[in-house]
C-alpha cells in the first residue's frame, strides 16, 4: 500500500554532511510512523532515528545523537534524514521503513525503501 524512495546517498568525508530524503507513495505520509535504519557490511541492521506521526516524538540511536536529525514534512509525503559530522562508522546502507501501528511503544514497520548507499571516507 505504501512505497519508499531513498535518496541522497552517496560519498562524503569524514566531517562532512548528507541529507538522505524517503519520499512515499501510495498513502498519506501522516499517517505512518517512520525509522530510518542502516546495515554495514557484516553487521546487523540496526535503528538510527524514528519519528512520529506529527513529527512531535523522535528517536535517536546513541552513536548518532547530537549528529543526526530525522525531520519530516507531510505536506511533500517526505522524511529527511539530515548527517552531519560524519564518520567512518556510518558507511552502510540507509534504510527507509514505514509503518502505521506501535506495539509495546515500538513501531511495527511494514514498509521498506530500497536503500541508499552512504559512504564516509577518512
Known amino acids: 500500500q505504501v512505497q519508499l524512495v531513498e535518496s541522497g546517498g552517496g560519498l562524503a568525508q569524514a566531517g562532512g554532511s548528507l541529507r538522505l530524503s524517503c519520499v512515499a507513495s501510495g498513502r498519506t505520509f501522516s499517517s505512518y510512523y517512520v525509522g530510518w535504519f542502516r546495515q554495514a557490511p557484516g553487521k546487523e541492521r540496526e535503528v538510527v532515528a524514528d519519528i512520529s506521526w506529527t513529527g512531535v516524538t523522535t528517536s535517536y540511536a546513541d552513536s548518532v545523537k547530537g549528529r543526526f536529525t530525522i525531520s519530516r514534512d507531510n505536506a511533500k509525503n517526505t522524511v529527511y534524514l539530515q548527517m552531519d559530522s560524519l564518520k567512518p562508522e556510518d558507511t552502510a546502507v540507509y534504510y527507509c521503513?514505514?509503518?502505521?501501528?506501535?506495539?509495546?511503544?515500538?513501531?511495527?514497520?511494514?514498509?521498506w525503501g530500497q536503500g541508499t548507499q552512504v559512504t564516509v571516507s577518512s
Open positions: 521503513a514505514a509503518g502505521s501501528t506501535v506495539v509495546v511503544n515500538t513501531p511495527v514497520y511494514d514498509y
